[in-house]
């Protein structure tokens, strides 16, 4: 086993390509047994299906369910595993960037999935405001009804950051782009969307080796949009792949 992420009541596990189904199997009845708040076993592939970059998650052992229902930072949220993207290792992540807003911020979560930033951020820091937008259908779903089951005040908007944001006519006091792993960088969208002395969390997926590539990215993105930024922090936020790394970068608008 390559190994294994608890989401509540499923356990997604990862194998080696070498492992036989008998031995996935076992394993998979072995992490049953241990593990009481489990109660169903899938298995994580590697093929990534289309633009909103979900796993596929084939059933192994006990409920046969794809659908969780995961607790982290005082919220709760439900989702189906294989048409939404989740993380639970962005859970510190999550509560650290909701400890640096103020309560007199709007916040925009891009590419907000579930709603895992918006909601914990609204929660622990209670903002002005808060609006995520998320292309996916199922997860804008998903994301309005878990807002509304932590009794939190988060504007979802579903549909394409590129059209929506433009619609918005707003300027955010701090921005959130946990993206997918995609080439296209967004922050040409983002930018019209900041306002002065604002603040963007920007992550990236670089080998540990290529980071200044992503400081080099934000400059130049920067300039083309007329803006002048401060780079604020580089922090390693969880690796992606052998010696590959999401990074966080925070930088403000000034």
């Known amino acids: 086993m390559k190994g294994c992420d608890l989401l509540g009541n499923i356990a997604l596990v990862k194998f080696d390509r070498k492992d036989s189904t008998a031995k996935r199997k076992k ?38 369910t794809k659908e969780c229902l995961y607790k982290e930072n005082g919220c709760s949220f439900r989702f189906n595993v294989e048409s939404c993207y989740f993380s639970p290792r962005l859970a510190s992540e999550r509560l650290e960037i909701s400890r ?7 916040v925009l979560v891009m590419f907000g999935g579930v709603a895992p930033f918006a909601i914990v951020i609204a929660k622990i820091a209670v ?3 808060v609006v995520s937008v998320e292309l996916g259908r199922k997860c804008s779903k998903y994301a309005l009804e878990n807002a509304k089951k932590n009794k939190v005040k988060v504007e979802i908007i579903q549909g394409d ?19 997918p792993n995609l080439k296209d ?44 930024i401060k780079i604020l922090k580089i922090k390693k936020a969880g690796d992606i792949g052998v010696k590959k790394y999401r990074y966080r970068i925070d930088f403000k608008v000034v």
């Open 100 to 106: 640096l807003v103020k309560k007199s911020e709007s």
């Open 27 to 64: 394993e998979a009845l072995e992490i049953l047994s241990k593990n009481k708040s489990v109660t169903t076993i899938l298995e994580k592939t590697d093929r990534i299906k289309g633009r909103l970059r979900v796993p596929t998650a084939k059933y192994l052992a006990g409920v046969k």
């Open 161 to 179: 950051v590129r059209r929506i944001l433009p619609k918005l006519k707003e300027k955010f006091d701090r921005i959130v782009m946990a993206r």
């Open 185 to 228: 960088s967004f922050l040409n969208v983002a930018f019209p969307c900041i306002k002065k002395s604002g603040i963007i969390h920007y992550y990236g997926f670089y080998p540990e080796n290529e980071v200044k590539k992503l400081e080099e990215l934000i400059k130049v993105e920067a300039k083309k949009a007329k803006k002048k």
């Open 127 to 129: 903002p002005k405001r």
